[in-house]
């Protein structure tokens, strides 16, 4: 089958290899039908953070078709179309019986620590898998991943109704955390990027308004009223220094971007303005939401998708992404 393997940070390659054996009892195998290139799969392929086998299948925002499971498997059948979930957690350590499996202690990622979506064909434990509504187009439901991370780090900012908030950075993280705030909160909505065409698309889609960091248009928009919250999804080290300068005390600023070297800070900016730091981490239990989500969302998700490829692709892609080269949110990779 064709696949599309991580090898080494800058190496990354579309093969033809084996598809996957035999199933073990609590698997799924699946024929993928869509996936997403993420964020997070173009900052492996730049430093390499991230490899623990080499080569190995990229790829964890996918949905597909379930042809065959493995033994002890009730919960599927083949036929059934799924997304799925991109974290692999033990189950046992402290923070996964708290109900906290996005820290786990030892907590890996599908296209990391297990072959992925940039394939023809997978397995996955059934345990990662959501089922999706027969009708959705898989290009929509390959972008529940992501969602489930932006609604997983709007709630843990918890910003107060009718309070203004500012999103930084228009990327798929980004723009998808307004998507889901125009829908599910009052208040203004800011957007910024310095990709004025990739914000300028999500400020329509969401009804936002566009501003910049620097111009004083923040003010503008408000009218004078104080911004105190920020949602971060740049992990640009100068927009947070920026956002810090912007924002009013009493606020807050939620971090859900991938960063990018070290912040110099002195406590004492956010002691005196009490304003906090928030850390939000891929997502808990939000997944089957964002699914349930999912065709209500499906014609503005549909208006930010930035291209439709092939397989082979792939590697352009990131190339191009990593350029900046990208007017909407996400690249989906149609397979099979």
Request: proline content about 5%; hydrophobic content about 45%.
């Given at each position: 089958m064709k696949a599309v393997?991580?090898?080494?940070?800058?190496?990354?390659?579309?093969?033809?290899?084996?598809?996957?054996?035999?199933?073990?009892p609590g698997t799924v195998r699946l024929k993928v039908t869509a996936a997403g290139i993420c964020g997070s799969d173009l900052h492996n392929?730049?430093?390499?953070?991230?490899?623990?086998?080499?080569?190995?299948?990229?790829?964890?925002?996918?949905?597909?078709?379930?042809?065959?499971?493995?033994e002890g498997v009730d919960a599927f059948q083949p036929g059934d179309r799924v997304v799925a979930d991109s974290r692999v957690w033990c189950g046992e350590c402290q923070a996964c019986l708290s109900g906290r499996s996005n820290v786990c202690l030892h907590l890996g990622f599908v296209g990391e620590v297990c072959d992925g979506g940039f394939a023809e064909e997978t397995v996955l434990?059934?345990?990662?898998?959501?089922?999706?509504?027969?009708?959705?187009?898989?290009?929509?439901?390959?972008?529940?991943?992501?969602?489930?991370?932006?609604l997983h780090a709007i709630r843990k900012q918890a910003v107060p109704a009718g309070e203004p908030l500012l999103v930084a950075g228009c990327g798929p993280i980004g723009g998808l955390a307004a998507l889901l705030l125009s829908?599910?909160?009052?208040?203004?909505?800011?957007?910024?990027?310095?990709?004025?065409?990739?914000?300028?698309?999500?400020?329509?889609?969401?009804?936002?308004?566009?501003?910049?960091?620097y111009d004083g248009s923040i003010t503008t928009a408000l009218r004078h009223r104080p911004l105190r919250h920020a949602l971060d999804a740049?992990?640009?080290?100068?927009?947070?220094?920026?956002?810090?300068?912007?924002?009013?005390?009493?606020?807050?600023?939620?971090?859900?971007?991938?960063?990018?070297?070290?912040?110099?800070?002195d406590p004492n900016v956010l002691v005196e303005r009490e304003i906090s730091l928030i850390g939000c981490h891929a997502f808990a239990g939000e997944l089957p939401e964002v699914v349930a989500m999912l065709p209500g969302l499906a014609s503005p998700l549909r208006r930010l998708i930035d291209a439709e490829i092939g397989l082979d692709e792939v590697p352009a892609a990131y190339e191009r992404l990593l350029a900046g080269n990208a007017t909407g949110l996400k690249t989906i990779v149609r397979i099979g």
């Amino acid at each position: 089958m064709k696949a599309v393997r991580l090898y080494a940070a800058g190496d990354i390659r579309v093969e033809h290899i084996a598809r996957p054996g035999s199933l073990e009892p609590g698997t799924v195998r699946l024929k993928v039908t869509a996936a997403g290139i993420c964020g997070s799969d173009l900052h492996n392929f730049r430093t390499g953070q991230w490899i623990s086998r080499s080569p190995s299948v990229a790829g964890h925002e996918f949905a597909g078709v379930v042809t065959e499971v493995g033994e002890g498997v009730d919960a599927f059948q083949p036929g059934d179309r799924v997304v799925a979930d991109s974290r692999v957690w033990c189950g046992e350590c402290q923070a996964c019986l708290s109900g906290r499996s996005n820290v786990c202690l030892h907590l890996g990622f599908v296209g990391e620590v297990c072959d992925g979506g940039f394939a023809e064909e997978t397995v996955l434990p059934a345990r990662l898998l959501v089922k999706h509504d027969a009708d959705l187009d898989p290009a929509i439901a390959a972008m529940a991943e992501p969602l489930a991370v932006a609604l997983h780090a709007i709630r843990k900012q918890a910003v107060p109704a009718g309070e203004p908030l500012l999103v930084a950075g228009c990327g798929p993280i980004g723009g998808l955390a307004a998507l889901l705030l125009s829908k599910t909160r009052d208040g203004p909505l800011l957007v910024a990027d310095r990709n004025a065409k990739r914000a300028a698309l999500v400020a329509d889609v969401c009804n936002a308004a566009m501003v910049d960091l620097y111009d004083g248009s923040i003010t503008t928009a408000l009218r004078h009223r104080p911004l105190r919250h920020a949602l971060d999804a740049t992990g640009n080290i100068g927009v947070l220094s920026a956002l810090l300068d912007v924002l009013a005390g009493g606020g807050s600023v939620a971090l859900v971007g991938i960063g990018h070297g070290k912040i110099e800070l002195d406590p004492n900016v956010l002691v005196e303005r009490e304003i906090s730091l928030i850390g939000c981490h891929a997502f808990a239990g939000e997944l089957p939401e964002v699914v349930a989500m999912l065709p209500g969302l499906a014609s503005p998700l549909r208006r930010l998708i930035d291209a439709e490829i092939g397989l082979d692709e792939v590697p352009a892609a990131y190339e191009r992404l990593l350029a900046g080269n990208a007017t909407g949110l996400k690249t989906i990779v149609r397979i099979g």
